[in-house]
């Protein structure tokens, strides 16, 4: 039963993981630029919830949305005036900017809030569900709720707009949608602003089990990082299989491991994939 009760936790931790993730895999997918700052914009995310939560008494569920949209008009600044700077540049130029980004966003954020950790207080934030005989959290569900309600959105955004379809042209052959009418750079601007934005929600709807900090983007870069390499590099599908298998070695692997062993296992299932398969689980597909 121990087995099962780790199994159901480590989805409902992967189901967060993956939309997190998302973001980052839709930023390589259409832009072609692997943004190391992603894990900044989680704690944007984070800290513009837990002001919602404190000025305006905003659950942090729904100031994830402010989360979102906040985290979008800034992606799409940022791409505009920074990363469409680079895109024809060599990748070092891009890496440089991206990692120059991360320090920047890290260092400000330092000085607007401090290094003190900061938490909210929610009714349900001790509340567990059973079922049967299996607990569930409910920050963890609510948070997985969430996050499979905006992946949900995002793909149908994606297959079902025109924007979404502009998006994937954009993603499939550049040269080709600019041919066909298709504003391109407001393309990027749009998918770069989607990805940062979905990363910035999964920061806000984690906030009733996380404490925010200035340091949090690094912990969750880490995480997000090895579930899109597992997935995939460049497929959304590939990111959602990355993070629930993320979530669910990391839960399974307390089991057997001590919590400060608890990212062992994970990174050795890792080193093991990408030593079988380097394209990770799923091959590459159009955003």
Known sequence: MQFIQALVDGILLGGVYAVISIGLTLVFGVIS???FAQGEFLMVGMFVA?????????DPL????????????????????LISRVLQAPPVAQIFLTVGLLIVMENLALILFGSQFRSVQTAYQMTAFRVGPLLLSAPYVFAFLVA????????WVLKKTWWGRAVRATAQDPMAARLAGIPTERMHQIAFGLGVGMTALGGGIILPYLTA?????????????TAVVLGGLGSVLGAVV????????????AL????????????????????????????????
């Open 213 to 225: 900090s200035t340091t949090v983007g690094a912990q969750f870069s880490v995480l997000m990082f």
């Open 242 to 253: 990355g993070g629930i298998a993320v979530g669910v070695i990391q839960s399974l692997s």
């Open 62 to 81: 729904l100031g994830s949305l402010l989360s979102f949209a906040v985290a979008f008009a800034l992606g799409v600044l940022v791409q505009k005036f």
């Open 148 to 155: 499979a309600a905006a992946g949900m959105g995002l793909w």
């Open 50 to 58: 837990y002001f919602a939560w404190q000025s305006l008494g905003l």
């Open 256 to 287: 057997v491991l001590p919590i400060q062993l608890q990212n062992l296992a994970l990174f050795a299932v890792f080193i093991a994939v990408l030593a079988m398969r380097p394209e990770g689980l799923l091959k590459r597909v159009s955003a």
């Open 33 to 35: 630029i692997v943004n």
